[in-house]
């Protein structure tokens, strides 16, 4: 059996299979598209004149329960790649165990990171479950190695490590463990372009590569004696924040920095080529100065593919400086795909938001709250309630919020706390007491930097005045879709709840879906949680992917914390709100 790596370099030159070669690569990931999409969108980065493929691979998809693996249906990792090589494309591999992304807690399982928060080091609790991953990982990338007939031609050590940690036997621990398992082709790793990063994420054994908007100078000065260049993310696009602009960076911006590097001799992976979508909870979160920053449920990134696999001007910026180095003609660039006429259909309230709570079983019961990571909660929604007595004028805080909570007292809203936000809530001013009810939602986990794997729920408890609020259920709502109920118990004074809306579909197609006049809900298609809408912006649009859609009758249920909407829209354009040019340093 082969053991020397079918990509190497000479001279600062990238050789494949002996042969002059230049990755020309876009970042696609499976775990964004829906599977039956996965071959469209693979054409289309091929079309785009892509001769590879690079993606992520998301551990907490993989292994949500600790020793519970999954790799079919949506996380058939493997029959992702054998279509990549179906359609001609090789494959760069990014095989976690961290993979920021702007990805719930960057790819970490939260049973781990609520276990230990020595992360990303040569910890042995941290190590052993990565190994665990590893052990079921990656026997299954080995067979689909360039070296054994298939696509796989590189896989990257951890990622981005330069500018989160120093922790070298770590990073020894990771390479290792890839060569012991079978891995024999090209390893890399990939920094920011500064001389600190490099030192501290660069490995033996493995190509640095870069990650960067501009900056192609520096990536030369900061290779490695012949190795050769690459980046391995070239942001032509920029992810958003609820509350933020749409970030958007122009054709001509994007294509200025490939062809420099193109020109300096140099490979390139583009991130992202096409973005997809945050389905269910999966965004994750940044923390800058202090605040909480969720990431949207789109992930277009303004990438050359769109969202729903339309392109745009990049896509055929890229094609033109692509095409040079292939020997024959490109793929011819597919049609769009079609998308289902405009609509609107009334939404039907069916229960409030204390009905679900009602309705849900109590997972325990403790003195102080729990966080969601002792409930075993991964995200969604968990209600904690209490009796709760209170003096005249007295005032409500709850201690340590991740991230929102909608606060009850008995069947009255109090109001809304948010992790950036007031912390406190009057009370009735005449004193008394009642039940206690706070619903909290974890709004994306962290993925990236120093607050990565922090806990989510209420972290050191609910004060009345001074005084603690103890002896508390719990009650984990998580990410299921919600039942209707008979709706007897409705209230008129609260305009939050459940709602469900039905749709009679002649042809399933692609839609975009907005939601006039509600707040901040989840949505879920047919039993399948698309993710998340929010009025402060930037997206108003959520895509529903058309194998989702079945002929015939669809339901959609919409769960709002804070004010649902009288009616859902098909739209047959997103609108992903204003926009703010961005581009990376």
Request: glycine share 12%; net charge negative.
């Amino acid at each position: 059996m082969p053991t020397s790596p079918s990509l190497t370099w000479n001279d600062g030159a990238l050789l494949r299979d002996g042969r002059p070669h230049r990755i020309l690569s876009g970042a696609v990931h499976y775990f964004r598209i829906h599977p039956d999409q996965w071959e469209d969108r693979l054409r289309r980065l091929a079309a785009m004149g892509a001769n590879t493929v690079d993606t992520y691979v998301a551990w907490n998809f993989h292994e949500r329960v600790e020793g519970e693996f999954d790799f079919t249906g949506w996380r058939d990792l493997e029959r992702f790649i054998r279509i990549a090589g179906e359609v001609g494309l090789d494959v760069f591999v990014r095989p976690s165990p961290y993979i920021c992304a702007e990805w719930s807690n960057g790819g970490i399982p939260f049973w781990l990171s609520g276990r230990t928060r020595a992360l990303r080091t040569s910890d042995p609790v941290f190590t052993a479950a990565v190994d665990a991953w590893y052990d079921e990982l990656i026997p299954r990338l080995v067979p689909l190695q360039a070296s054994h007939g298939g696509p796989i031609r590189l896989l990257q050590v951890e990622n981005e490590y330069g500018s989160f940690g120093s922790d070298s036997t770590y990073l020894d621990h990771q390479r290792d463990g890839l060569r012991a398992r079978g891995i024999t082709e090209l390893l890399t790793t990939a920094d920011g372009i500064t001389a600190d990063m490099v030192a501290h994420g660069s490995i033996d054994g493995a190509m640095r590569t870069f990650t960067f908007g501009t900056g192609v100078p520096a990536a030369v000065a900061l290779r490695r004696g012949d190795e050769a260049l690459m980046c391995s993310e070239l942001w032509g696009g920029w992810f958003d924040h609820w509350g933020k602009p749409h970030h958007v960076r122009s054709a001509e911006s994007m294509i200025g920095t490939v062809d420099e590097l193109l020109a300096a001799g140099g490979s390139v992976s583009l991130y992202m080529a096409h973005g997809g979508t945050n389905f269910g909870l999966w965004n994750g979160a940044n923390h800058v100065d202090g605040l909480l920053q969720p990431t949207i449920t789109s992930y277009d990134s303004d990438a050359p593919i769109g969202e729903d696999g339309t392109v745009n001007e990049k896509f055929h910026a890229l094609r033109r400086s692509f095409a040079p180095f292939h020997e024959g003609e490109l793929p011819p660039v597919p049609a769009d795909p079609r998308r289902m006429p405009a609509a609107s259909v009334p939404l039907e309230r069916t229960a409030s938001l204390l009905d679900l709570v009602s309705r849900t079983p109590v997972r325990a019961e403790a003195p102080a709250p729990l966080s969601y990571e002792a409930l075993g909660a991964e995200d969604g929604l968990v209600a904690y309630q209490a009796q709760v007595a209170f003096p005249v004028d007295a005032v409500l805080r709850v201690l340590d919020l991740h991230d929102r909570a909608t606060v009850f007292l008995d069947e009255v809203r109090l109001g809304t706390l948010e992790h950036d936000g007031a912390h406190e809530l009057p009370l009735p001013a005449t004193g008394g007491e009642g039940l206690l009810t706070i619903v909290v939602e974890s709004l994306g986990r962290i993925n990236y930097g120093a607050h990565t794997g922090e806990e989510k729920g209420i972290l050191r408890g609910v004060t009345v005045g001074a005084r603690y609020v103890h002896g508390w259920t719990h009650r984990v709502l998580g990410d299921g879709v919600p039942a209707a109920s008979d709706s007897a118990g409705l209230s008129a004074d609260d305009l939050a709840g459940i709602a469900v809306a039905e749709f009679d579909v002649a042809e399933p197609l692609d839609a975009w879906l907005a939601f006039p006049g509600g707040a901040k809900g989840m949505v879920w298609l047919n039993g399948f949680l698309l993710g998340r809408y929010w009025e402060r912006g930037p997206q108003v649009t959520l895509y529903a992917p058309g194998p989702l859609w079945r002929q015939g009758r669809n339901e959609l249920v919409v769960l709002d914390t804070d004010r649902l909407g009288a009616s859902v829209e098909i739209r047959e354009e997103p609108d992903f709100g204003p926009t703010e040019d961005f581009i990376g340093s």
